[in-house]
């Protein structure tokens, strides 16, 4: 009797193992089962353009680098873009040079009795930025720069004339600073090292390193073609960094700037949806 009982309790042992491989495998067969959902996300434009059949992307006050003709390559991209996702039609007209307008609004008025312009029109000699609130750079490099432009934006009487000669369409505008920036940041790298018996494995380390790459500035204004006034404007800023090593042409870093702003300043003009997905347990 003493002899039987190991083999009866080996026996048991083999049962439960047997019985539990049988009630995972049930488990699993009958576990929940996930699925992914595409959903589609409206977003509701940021104002009211149903007033307006046509659109004008007019120009832009633009500096910073001088590899990329800024103002000629926005107007290009958003009226490309205002084709395809908007309702409005897109007016085909020359790219405006905005900085040579609003320098041309910035000279003071001469009269007869006194040719020569005024001591607030003159330029301080070697900084082109001036000292007046009439003076305006010439070259545009920060944003320091840019100030002074904007109140070309503020003038109603001007873009009420534009709108007119256009037929009262929405006026996109702005201005758009695309320059170089260099950076030295702390940035990680993976390394590999080998321990004393040869074996490899690879170890997360930090180190600083210079970077260069473009910073882009764009302000969009949107102006009521049939008043010259400013309806709703919004500034955003994107940079990208490359190692010092890598040679990125300019042009290529401003489009890839771009295509991260172009749905804010869509969503803007149309309402827009966002695309994801959504996990489901079944």
Do not use: H
């Not at 990680?188 to 500035?217: A, I, N, Y």
């Amino acid at each position: 009797m003493t002899a039987r009982a190991p083999a009866k309790k080996q026996a048991s042992s083999v049962t439960l193992i047997c019985l539990g491989a049988l009630v995972a495998a049930v488990a699993v067969a009958c576990g929940p089962s996930y699925f992914e959902i595409p959903i589609e996300t409206p977003i509701k434009p940021k104002m009211d353009v149903s007033p307006f059949q046509r659109v004008l992307v007019a120009g832009f006050v633009a500096g910073g680098s001088d590899d990329v003709d800024t103002n000629l390559e926005t107007v290009r991209l958003l009226r490309s873009q205002l084709r395809t996702k908007s309702s409005l039609k897109v007016i085909d007209a020359d790219v405006m040079p905005l900085i040579d307008i609003a320098q041309d609004q910035s000279k003071p008025a001469e009269s007869d009795a006194d040719p020569q312009p005024t001591p607030a029109a003159v330029t301080s000699g070697g900084d082109n930025r001036g000292t007046d609130a009439m003076t305006l750079p010439k070259t545009i490099k920060d944003e320091k720069d840019l100030e002074p432009y904007e109140r070309l934006f503020a003038n109603t009487a001007y873009w009420k004339t534009i709108g007119e000669e256009y037929q009262n369409p929405l006026i996109v505008t702005g201005t758009v600073l695309f320059a170089p920036k260099t950076s030295n940041s702390l940035v990680q790298r993976d390394q590999e090292v080998f321990d004393s018996f040869g074996r490899r494995r690879t170890v997360p380390t930090r180190t600083f390193m210079e970077r260069k790459g473009f910073t882009l500035r764009p302000k969009f204004v949107f102006i009521d073609g049939r008043t010259g006034a400013t309806m709703y404007s919004e500034g955003y800023r994107e940079e990208i960094l490359y190692n010092a090593q890598q040679n990125t042409p300019a042009l290529s870093s401003y489009f890839e700037l771009m295509d991260r702003l172009v749905p804010n300043f869509l969503s803007a003009l149309s309402s827009q949806k966002i695309r994801g997905t959504r996990v489901l347990l079944n």
